[in-house]
Nanobody
Framework: QVRLVETGGGLVQPGGSLRLSCAASGTRNIFSFWPMAWYRQAPGKQRELVAEVSSTGDSEYVDSVKGRFTISRDNAKNTVTLQMNSLKPEDTAVYYC?????????????WGQGTQVTVSS
């Protein structure tokens, strides 16, 4: 059974930095073939994909985070990392990692517990 665990969130002042990590388990050695992404969901808003990394390490970002966020992966460790710099209050959200498209289960898409990022002075 696949499990995704996100860590690294917290409270940070505007302009600060955070580094989020995601550990995947139960992937049966196919993690390296998955495009992976970080998604976020702010209060009252739909979940959105903010950064994606291909199986070969190519990355893409939504315009709102370009130049500030960096996504990377370590296929040997089944981990995905999101380095977030120059954080803004509008980056406040619960951040999740998942494959692209998200992992499906009998009850719909599977999501980990996420990690809360709050940007506030």
């Amino acid at each position: 059974q696949v499990r995704l665990v996100e860590t690294g969130g917290g409270l940070v002042q505007p302009g600060g930095s955070l580094r989020l990590s995601c550990a995947a388990s139960g992937t049966r050695n196919i993690f390296s073939f998955w495009p992976m992404a970080w998604y976020r969901q702010a209060p009252g808003k739909q979940r959105e994909l903010v950064a994606e990394v291909s199986s070969t390490g190519d990355s893409e970002y939504v315009d709102s985070v370009k130049g500030r966020f960096t996504i990377s992966r370590d296929n040997a460790k089944n981990t995905v990392t999101l380095q977030m710099n120059s954080l803004k209050p509008e980056d406040t959200a619960v951040y999740y990692c998942n494959k692209v498209p998200p992992i499906s289960s009998e009850t719909g898409a599977y999501w980990g517990q996420g990690t809360q990022v709050t940007v506030s002075s």
